[in-house]
């Protein structure tokens, strides 16, 4: 009965020091870590381009939620949003996107990404889009009264109807 007592004492009294020791696990507070493919930095594109999206994500602890967003900074809009979810240590986005800009336009793609224990991360590039297409200006001509028919003292009505699209294509 005494080596009964006995071992339960030290039993109990091992659980309590391993039950007290401090835990020094060191938590992981790395935001994860992003490769940014296509496009890279800088590169330029044209308005007609289908520009391909490609970006890395990886962690050492497991990834949570990202997302991808296409700012145009010379309109000052978001123009593409892609929102993405992951429970492994890394995860790829493959995405393509057509600009349709009126105009030049700088770029910005920003990815925030947010892994399982809280680490956030904000990475951006920034690209270019060329519109190489002329703006078309509508043509306007009168047929009718000549100039020959008309005087500098007589009046003149004119009535016109014209169709004029930004993105008109020739």
């Known amino acids: 009965m005494t080596r009964t007592i006995f071992y339960s004492i030290l039993y109990s009294a091992i659980l309590i020091i391993i039950g007290c020791q401090k835990d020094n696990t060191i938590e992981n507070t790395s935001p ?18 289908t520009i391909y999206l490609k970006v890395n994500i990886s962690s050492s602890v497991e990834l949570h939620d990202y997302m991808l967003e296409l700012k145009n900074l010379t309109d000052n809009k978001t123009v593409y949003t892609f929102n993405g979810h992951s429970d492994g240590k890394s995860a790829s986005i493959n995405e393509y996107y057509i600009p349709y800009v009126s105009k ?12 399982h224990n809280g680490n956030k991360s904000v990475q951006t590039s920034l690209f270019k ?3 190489t297409k002329e703006e078309l200006k509508p043509e306007i001509v009168i047929i009718s009264p000549s100039s020959a028919e008309c005087d500098n003292n007589s009046s003149l009505h004119i009535q016109l109807a014209f169709n004029h699209s930004l993105f008109l294509k020739e």
């Open 129 to 131: 889009i060329k519109n």
């Open 32 to 49: 994860p870590q992003v490769d940014f493919i296509s496009p890279s930095k800088g590169q330029s594109f044209t308005e007609d381009d």
């Open 104 to 115: 030049d336009a700088d770029m910005l793609m920003v990815l925030t990404t947010l892994d």
